[in-house]
């Protein structure tokens, strides 16, 4: 399989990984052990499990992989909501880290269906 560094689904992961964790910075530090834990620990696995995929010697495995990373993708956009919702964050960066996101889980889908599609 290819080096996993040097895919654009990775690298666009580990830039949300980075947008992620400054923002969580801003956060109150009473949320220190809820949505700034749980929100950095989605983001970082949705760069991991590319990474885990990666490292599989199975196709069907790497796969398997690259359905968790987008169902990270999705948990950190619901986290994102929780912290709108409750007013921790404002609307443009809840706007600006969805459009994020949802670029992510498009390169993720196009990434599966291109595995999915090869012999």
């Known amino acids: ?3 996993y560094k040097k895919l654009e689904v990775w690298m666009a992961s580990m830039e949300t990984i980075k947008e992620i964790y400054d923002l969580t910075k801003l956060y109150p530090m009473d949320e220190k052990y809820g949505l700034i834990s749980q929100t950095n620990r989605a983001a970082v ?3 991991c499990n590319i990474a885990e995929g ?3 010697n199975y196709k ?3 796969i398997q992989f690259l359905h968790i990373s987008r169902g990270s993708a999705y948990e950190v ?6 912290a709108q919702m409750i007013k921790i964050i404002d ?3 809840y706007t600006r ?3 994020t996101l949802e670029r992510n889980i498009q ?3 196009g990434f599966i269906k291109y595995l999915e599609k090869k012999s």
Request: hydrophobic share 35%.
């Open 54 to 56: 990666m490292g599989r």
């Open 77 to 82: 956009e619901t986290l994102l909501s929780v």
């Open 91 to 93: 609307q443009e960066n």
């Open 60 to 62: 069907k495995d790497t």
């Open 1 to 3: 399989m290819t080096n």
């Open 45 to 47: 696995s949705i760069a």
């Open 107 to 109: 390169m993720l889908n």
């Open 97 to 99: 880290l969805s459009k």
